[in-house]
């Protein structure tokens, strides 16, 4: 079979002027090689496409492929991870992992926030201020955060704010940094969980449940140096509840193949949604999906396989 691969590599964004939290989500060498490597011990052809803006004269000029291992985070835009899908869609190319929708759906947390608070999990309550001086209609304190960015962007000691001033001050610094609205949640105090999933729809199973206990406020800082960050598998109660929540989760958005899902506990250790990641980090040591499975006794090539697995049987695929 011959699989093309699809991703922002740091190298090739790196001269463009963007400093390292505008790079954090893009990949590096590592992960690219040791993925392709696999497929390759595997037995399949592949052929590193790379970013949208060379997988585009590509499709152009003809090229095709059995299937795309699509991880393509884009750089611009809250459609910025559901370009390449939708790419792929267009020239009827089957891609791993979710479709352009499920992508441009829940790289907005407020509105995955919704859909899930409508198929009757829990999610702490919220609000999307596209203005730093915006009613906020929740009890303190809260906690801020960008609406469409993903490893822990803009996340730090300051986004739990206790007062009106100390939210407008936050929603001010994000705003200007990010150039996009500010989900506002009620504070979770509880234990935070992410959860491993496997599969699509029906098919979809929990690697694992992994809890997540950091000295600091868990985001991009934190996220880059965690050598103070201490993971476990929780199979406790209330690590059950989690992967059962965060499942019907992955089910009602439509997400497919492979990713996590993040939730917290309120103070009563009652899991509540926070958000989903359908295009999980893949690094074969420092991701947070690859150190779940490790931790549930499945190497890099196991979750892999699993991932494309799920893939190529909603495409007619032998894997």
């Known amino acids: 079979m011959l699989i093309g691969m699809t991703y922002d590599l740091v190298a090739d964004w790196a001269g463009e002027g963007l400093d390292a939290e505008q790079l954090a989500e893009f990949d590096g060498e590592a992960t690219i090689a040791a993925i392709a490597a696999h497929f390759s011990r595997r037995g399949h052809r592949v052929e590193r496409i790379g970013r949208a803006r ?10 095709r492929w059995d299937i795309v291992f699509n991880i393509c985070e884009g750089l611009l835009g809250p ?3 559901a370009l390449v899908p939708a790419l792929l869609e267009a020239f009827a190319i089957p891609g791993v992992f979710s ?3 499920v992508l441009a759906l829940s790289l907005h947390k407020g509105h995955t926030k919704r859909i899930v608070r409508d198929a009757g ?13 915006d009613t906020l209609p929740l009890a303190y304190p809260v906690f801020l955060k960008p609406v469409a960015e993903g490893t822990g962007k803009g996340i730090g000691p300051a986004s739990l704010c206790h007062t009106p001033r100390e939210v407008q001050a936050e929603a001010a610094r994000l705003l200007a940094r990010f150039g996009q609205p500010v989900l506002a949640e009620s504070y979770l105090p509880g234990r935070e969980f992410t ?12 690697v694992g449940v992994m809890e997540i206990h950091s000295p600091a406020t868990y985001g991009f800082a934190t996220k880059k140096h965690y050598e103070g960050v201490r993971y476990r598998l929780a199979d406790d109660a209330e690590g059950r509840a989690a992967a059962d929540i ?3 989760a992955w089910r009602a958005l439509g997400c497919r193949d492979g990713g996590r899902v993040d ?6 250790g009652r899991p509540n949604f926070l958000e989903v990641n359908p295009l999980a980090g893949l690094h074969p040591v420092d991701s947070d999906l690859v150190i779940l499975a490790g931790l549930a006794g499945h190497d890099h090539g196991w979750l892999l ?5 799920s893939a190529c049987a909603r495409c007619g695929l032998r894997w």
Request: proline content about 4%; glycine content about 10%.
């Open 305 to 309: 396989d699993r991932i494309m697995a």
């Open 246 to 248: 965060a499942l019907a």
């Open 195 to 206: 959860v491993g999933i496997v599969g699509t729809g029906a098919a979809a199973e929990i």
């Open 99 to 101: 479709d352009s929708l």
């Open 54 to 63: 060379a997988l585009l004269p590509r499709l152009h000029d003809g090229a």
């Open 263 to 268: 939730l917290r506990s309120d103070a009563a």
């Open 79 to 81: 459609g910025r991870e």
């Open 121 to 133: 999990l829990p999610t702490a309550d919220f609000a999307v201020l596209t203005r730093a001086d």
